[in-house]
Nanobody, 123 residues
Framework: QVHLVESGGGLAQTGASLRLSCAASEREFNSYTVGWFRQAPGKEREFLASLSELGETKLYADSARFTLSRDVAKNTVYLQVNNLKPEDTAVYYC??????????????????WGQGTQVTISS
């Protein structure tokens, strides 16, 4: 079992970039497949990006704007989001699973979730 904590959200202007963090205190987190999703009010949770347990395989909804990385020493996975737009406003969540070794794009495939971090983009 892992406990996830997202951070790095906030208020930003159109065109800005943010780096979101998903951290866990458990060392085993480094062997989990991790995914990033977002959810806007009244909408379903939307897939953004996922990376495999070793970080060697990545899957993106939009590789032009999203970049994933993993820092094993810090037990943290980062999501870099560039060229932010007002429609990117949402709560951003990270999920983790040890049932799959390859990236997953479906929320139901993840057993563990953080509390989310709010991202608000002004025009």
């Amino acid at each position: 079992q892992v406990h996830l904590v997202e951070s790095g959200g906030g208020l930003a202007q159109t065109g800005a970039s943010l780096r979101l963090s998903c951290a866990a205190s458990e060392r085993e987190f480094n062997s989990y497949t991790v995914g990033w999703f977002r959810q806007a009010p009244g909408k379903e949770r939307e897939f953004l990006a996922s990376l495999s347990e070793l970080g060697e395989t990545k899957l993106y909804a939009d590789s032009a704007r999203f970049t994933l990385s993993r820092d094993v020493a810090k037990n943290t996975v980062y999501l870099q989001v560039n060229n932010l737009k007002p429609e990117d406003t949402a709560v951003y969540y990270c999920g983790a699973t040890n049932r799959y070794i390859y990236p997953r794009a479906v929320p139901a495939d993840y057993e563990y979730w953080g509390q989310g971090t709010q991202v608000t983009i002004s025009s």
